[in-house]
């Protein structure tokens, strides 16, 4: 695991749905030996809410591999990272619509809970409940889809949307770039500089000017 990369949670995940199995069987070995966690922790993985959202993060990181792979080149600049942030924004907005991505997830959660004979269950709707929604829903199948699918979907969109899209005045720093440059006319400069007031010698712009006039010659 790393805190900072999402493809090494992706790896991570995938290796312990893989090895699900294995991992009970040895954790029920451990607690026969004597190991006072291990039944804890095999009861703990066994939860059909456990499997559920194992197979969901499992599925859900692989759309934004692409984007944590992008963002670890030396070379990457803004817009690029969001131009694939939009993409897998649009990816999540997408398999959220689509019942058949659902259902063929749901189909992954039942088998890995057929291997350790647990039946598909949904948490009890009670009367007054503080610590989780009562999520409303006739069926697990529903239940789970409301409470973990879609929320992961809209809280991963929304995070990338936040951290990476939304600082969008900042793109117009694009125009810098030499290759761009040409493009640039006076009457966007100071929207180009606008964002970054705060960091200029007292929001000087007229010295940003001398140094844009200085940068067009170089």
């Known amino acids: 695991m790393c805190e900072t990369r999402w493809s090494s949670r992706a790896d991570a995940l995938n290796t312990f749905k893989s090895a699900h199995s294995i991992i009970v069987d040895t954790l029920e070995d451990l607690a026969t030996d004597g190991d006072k966690n291990a039944k804890q922790l095999k009861l703990a993985i066994q939860d ?60 992954d959660i039942l088998t890995l809970a057929e291997k350790q004979d647990v039946q598909p269950s949904k948490l009890r709707t009670a009367g007054r409940q503080q610590h989780r929604n009562n999520m409303p829903a006739d069926t697990p199948e529903q239940y789970w889809r409301r409470s973990i699918f879609y929320p992961m979907l809209d809280q991963m969109a929304n995070e990338i949307e936040e951290r990476i899209v939304v600082p969008k005045d900042r793109f117009l720093t694009q125009y810098l770039i030499p290759s761009r440059l040409n493009s640039l006319n006076r009457d966007m400069e100071p929207d180009v500089f606008a964002p970054f007031v705060a960091d200029l010698p007292e929001g000087d712009l007229v010295t940003s000017r001398t140094e844009l006039v200085r940068w067009r010659c170089k």
């Open 48 to 107: 059909f809410g456990f499997m559920v959202a194992l197979v969901v993060a499992e599925h859900v990181l692989q759309y934004s591999l692409a984007l944590s792979i992008l963002l670890q080149r030396p070379t990457l600049d803004l817009v690029e990272a969001a131009s694939e942030a939009k993409t897998v924004i649009a990816s999540f907005r997408r398999i959220r619509q689509a019942d058949n991505i659902w259902q063929e997830l749901y189909r």
